[in-house]
């Protein structure tokens, strides 16, 4: 079992970065499926970006594409999220997640498909 620890979040000005952090111990990194996902106030989590175990292969929701970046460094157990040219629509409280990998094909876009997550992390884009 893997537990999840994030860190980065903060208060930044639009156009600003920032770069998030997930740590990971208690299991096997590179058997992992990573993911960050979000929640605003009043809405549901939503899908940011996720990785490969090897971090060859990266996805990204539409309206971050271009801006944030994930890799992953499996030596380190650790899952990073740079966010760049930031706005408001960014604020939200950032989750890192990870699915143990079977071979068997999932949706990463889902939150049901990850067991574990981190506490979460908050990010505030001001205006």
């Known amino acids: 079992q893997v537990q999840l620890v994030e860190s980065g979040g903060g208060l930044v000005q639009t156009g600003g970065s920032l770069t998030l952090s997930c740590a990971a111990s208690g299991g096997t990194f590179v058997n992992y499926g990573m993911a960050w996902f979000r929640q605003a106030p009043g809405k549901e989590r939503e899908f940011v970006t996720a990785i490969s175990s090897s971090g060859i292969s990266r996805y990204y929701a539409d309206s971050v594409k271009g801006r944030f970046t994930i890799s992953r460094d499996n030596a380190k157990n650790t899952v990073t999220l740079q966010m760049n040219s930031l706005k408001p629509e960014d604020t939200a409280v950032y989750y890192c997640?990870?699915?143990?990998?079977?071979?068997?094909?999932?949706?990463?876009?889902?939150?049901?498909?990850?067991?574990?997550w981190g506490q979460g992390t908050q990010v505030t884009v001001s205006s």
């Open positions: 997640a990870a699915r143990y990998l079977t071979g068997a094909y999932y949706d990463r876009t889902v939150v049901y498909e990850y067991r574990y």
